[in-house]
């Protein structure tokens, strides 16, 4: 027997075919700037935003009495994100939930909730909820040694001069200086950086930060080797050496404290004269 053909507006298993009489409007571009993966372009003098910048917000136009299909609830429509911007809206989401000093432990079904999408889209971008991390830890790593290099441009080298260990404390003072206003303005990022978002995590990122430090204090201590005084009975190296595991020591003191303080304690409260104190 033929099929006859279903009635305009009638679905062929019966019932009324649900109409499609939506209307959107303009849709935002993300607040945050779409940069090559997260890369800062920050001077020494961090910027005033954080990192993390607002999220997309949709605009729905209201639907007019006269427009076609105009009988029919108004419906929201997202944009679909470019290529990588996802990515970044990943890492994003998860910086912000690492700001709740509160929060418990950060799983992907609770950063796929907050972005409202599934697990499974997650691990369309990330293979592991380690490798969202290791984007995080690459972030700190980008940002604060592109501004370690930015400080050692602008610093003229003073060794052999008469104020030598001036230039090299100030140096060192700018470095540690750059590292705590970094976490301050990236709360959920210091979480990362003294490892109290790495608990229960993998190994490996817990090992990644500590080359981190291991490698600023590198960077400390041959800024003030390089300014240390020369001369019969000097040992420069030994001294820069116990100077820098001093300076380091304090900064991730500063640190775990702003974390351990639900980021109330500011790591750079009184921070001159404490420098001053320890670097001369």
């Not at 290529?83 to 992907?108: C, H, K, S, V, W």
């Not at 930015?150 to 080298?157: L, N, T, V």
């Not at 900064?251 to 750079?268: C, D, E, I, M």
């Amino acid at each position: 027997i033929p099929r006859r053909a279903a009635p305009r507006g009638i679905s062929p298993l019966g019932g009324q075919r649900p109409a499609q009489r939506w209307s959107v409007g303009a849709v935002k571009t993300p607040g945050y700037p779409v940069r090559e993966w997260l890369q800062t372009t920050a001077r020494y003098t961090m910027p005033d935003a954080p990192f993390l910048a607002g999220q997309a917000s949709v605009l729905v136009r209201p639907l007019a009495h006269g427009d076609a299909f105009a009988d029919v609830a108004e419906a929201v429509s997202r944009k679909r994100p470019k290529p990588g911007e996802r990515r970044i809206q990943i890492l994003q989401t998860l910086a912000a939930m690492l700001q709740d000093p509160g929060g418990e432990r950060i799983t992907t079904a609770s950063l796929a909730a907050r972005l409202g999408v599934s697990e499974a889209a997650l691990y369309r971008h990330f293979a592991s909820k380690a490798q969202m991390f290791e984007g995080l830890i690459e972030f700190i790593e980008q940002s604060v040694f592109s501004l370690v290099q930015q400080i050692a441009e602008r610093e003229p080298g003073a060794t052999g001069t008469a104020d030598a260990a001036g230039a090299g404390a100030r140096h060192a003072a700018k470095v540690l200086v750059m590292l705590l206003q970094f976490a301050e303005k990236n709360p959920g990022m210091a979480r990362v950086m003294v490892g109290d978002a790495l608990v229960f995590e993998n190994e490996r990122l817990q090992q990644r930060m500590n080359l981190f430090f291991d490698k600023l204090e590198t960077t400390v201590k041959h800024a003030l080797r390089d300014g240390a005084p020369t001369g019969p009975g000097t040992a420069p190296t030994v001294d820069a050496h116990i100077r820098a595991g001093a300076a380091l020591a304090f900064a991730t003191g500063r640190l775990q404290r702003y974390v351990r303080s639900g980021f109330k304690r500011l790591p750079t409260e009184h921070l001159d004269a404490s420098l001053s104190l320890l670097l001369g």
